[in-house]
């Protein structure tokens, strides 16, 4: 199903669904709330084995059961391998498609080098539309970072939550 164009403006992206194989970064960087603060985020959930998958896989949560991230959908290009870049990149909430925006999940020490991946892809969607990104970057909700070209050019803005 078309969903956009890359950097390039001419080749519209296929949502092509991808294996997760032996990336298991979900399992570390998001929270899991049910059943009741079963995992915090930005730590290994005690269930992964990393690089090779969920240990309650059958009776994992229901918010690990229906997590998708943008990788795995094929939004985002394939060198993005949540394991290979130390960042996940999701559709987070319904409002994500009328504002535009991805989230990013980054691990701390990663997120400062963030700006050489995102500034390489331009998302624009089939109104011509660039999707910029809001970023995650550890445990604390009121830390986050922004990347949007039309406003920053091709850095990432450091900021608190309601900053901008």
Not at 35 to 50: G, L
Request: glycine residues 6%.
């Amino acid at each position: 199903m078309p969903f956009g164009s890359q950097s390039s403006g001419i080749e519209l992206m296929t949502i092509q669904k991808r294996e997760c194989g032996d990336c298991n970064m979900c399992c570390k960087l998001y929270s899991i709330h049910e059943p009741k603060d079963f995992k915090k985020d930005y730590e290994w959930c005690k269930h992964c084995e990393v690089g090779v998958g969920c240990k309650i896989y059958e009776s994992r949560p229901k918010q690990c059961k229906d997590f998708q991230c943008g990788w795995s959908l094929g939004l985002v290009p394939e060198e993005w391998k949540p394991n290979k870049v130390g960042f996940v990149v999701t559709v987070e909430k319904a409002e994500s498609y009328i504002y535009k925006v991805f989230t990013v999940h980054s691990e701390t020490h990663k997120v400062k080098n963030l700006h050489k991946h995102l500034s390489k892809f331009n998302f624009t969607d089939t109104d011509g539309y660039e999707w910029h990104y809001v970023i995650r970057y550890n445990s604390n909700e009121k830390d986050m970072a922004v990347f949007d070209r039309r406003k920053y050019g091709n850095q990432v803005k450091f900021c608190k939550r309601g900053e901008l």
